[in-house]
């Protein structure tokens, strides 16, 4: 059981606009930032999203991140076939750091 | 380029140790907080331990917590992770990470079993 609370799975078809949630506390959310990963099949885990909607050079404006309350959302739009993969968000809660457990995005 | 590099994962026999070991490079590496984290097979990720950048504050997930220690050497540049007392549920693939986890090495496979 994962502190942090995604959906295990999404869909959409290319082109389309999907949100991902991920559902926490005041602990960590709540007070905290929020972090997304995206992980290729076989690959490590890569940094999409920093301090709730920052995104590292190179990743797509097509990747946005957004937070309220003890929530946060990331959305992909213009959805492609190479965005298949797993997503994990994460934030910082009190003395450890905790994660998501993960949504399978499937590009139908 | 930042790069992380793990090494010294295998097959070990519950109950016993193992040492992981992730040379860092193309940072200041001194200046950087680090973690471990893990991945059993199928499953998400696991946070295992922080390291401060001076090494002077650590935290450890429970699920290891008594058994792993986290340690680095900045003039080596080089983070470790001694893990002891092994179980069938420590399988996973173990990365070291950067900061924020901003920085993934390609992961160390640490299998346990008889």
């Known amino acids: 059981q994962s502190v942090l609370t995604q959906p295990p799975s999404a869909s959409g078809t290319p082109g389309q606009r999907v949100t991902i949630s991920c559902s926490g506390s005041?602990?960590?959310?709540?007070?905290?930032?929020v972090y997304w990963y995206q992980q290729l099949p076989g690959t490590a885990p890569k940094l999409l999203i920093y301090r709730n909607n920052q995104r590292p050079s190179g990743v797509p404006d097509r990747f946005s991140g957004s937070k309220s309350g003890t929530s946060a959302s990331l959305a992909i739009s213009g959805l492609r076939s190479e965005d298949e993969a797993d997503y994990y968000c994460a934030a910082w809660d009190d003395s450890r750091w905790v994660f998501g457990g993960g949504t399978k995005l499937t590009v139908l | 380029e930042v790069q992380l590099v793990e090494s010294g994962g295998g097959l070990v026999q519950p109950g016993g140790s193992l040492r992981l070991s992730c040379a860092a490079s193309g940072f200041t590496f001194s200046s950087y907080e680090m973690n471990w984290v893990r991945q059993a097979p199928g499953k998400g990720l696991e946070w295992v331990s922080y390291i401060s950048s001076s090494g002077s504050t650590i935290y450890y997930a429970d699920s290891v917590k008594g058994r792993f220690t986290i340690s680095r050497d900045n003039a080596k540049n080089s983070l470790y992770l001694q893990m002891n007392s092994l179980r069938a549920e420590d399988t996973a693939v173990y990365y070291c990470a950067r900061l924020w986890f901003d920085y993934w090495g390609q992961g160390t496979l640490v299998t346990v079993s008889s």
């Open positions: 005041s602990s960590n959310i709540g007070s905290n930032y």
